[in-house]
């Protein structure tokens, strides 16, 4: 009887990871469709729409999704063939390039479905402090146990990589 829990306990684990992966897969298939987007894509419109004149150098977006400079270039490449975002010189700067929320990309970021992270910040910013440490330190663990502590993520709920041309 004592190996049937583990054995139980072992299958829900699996399962919940499953339905993790399967809602990550779901919500990038409706975002694909509704406005032909990545995740990732999605993230870049998010920032550049809450900084002040909708603008900001790309040394900032790749700080705030945690992914290199490089990742930025191309995810910004793919947008701007979109014709989302623009890239502009700074005019207090003129060696500062900025990128550009553009009225196209705005439309789309406003068509786009509620975001999978949304949600999970959301839930996640509700939970007492100790939940989210324990939470953490088990997302943290699961990682572990999946041979994934190295690998370098940013906090963008997709799967693959983040800067490969998809949508």
Known sequence: MTDAIPLARTDAALIALRRILR???Q???ELAQAAGLTPAKLRVLQ????????QAPPSRLAGRMGVSQATVTALVDQLEKRGYVLRE????????????????GAEALAQAPDALQ????????ALHDWEQAMLVASLERVAAMLNASGIDASPVLTLGEIGRPRG
Do not use: C, H, K, P
Request: aromatic fraction near 8%; charged fraction near 30%.
């Open 27 to 29: 919500y990038e298939r």
């Open 23 to 25: 809602a990550t897969e």
């Open 89 to 104: 010189r700074s005019v207090a700067d003129r060696r500062q390039l900025l990128v550009r929320l553009t009225e196209a």
């Open 47 to 54: 920032i550049l729409s809450a900084e002040t004149g909708r």
């Open 118 to 125: 949304q949600n999970f910040v959301q839930g996640f910013q």
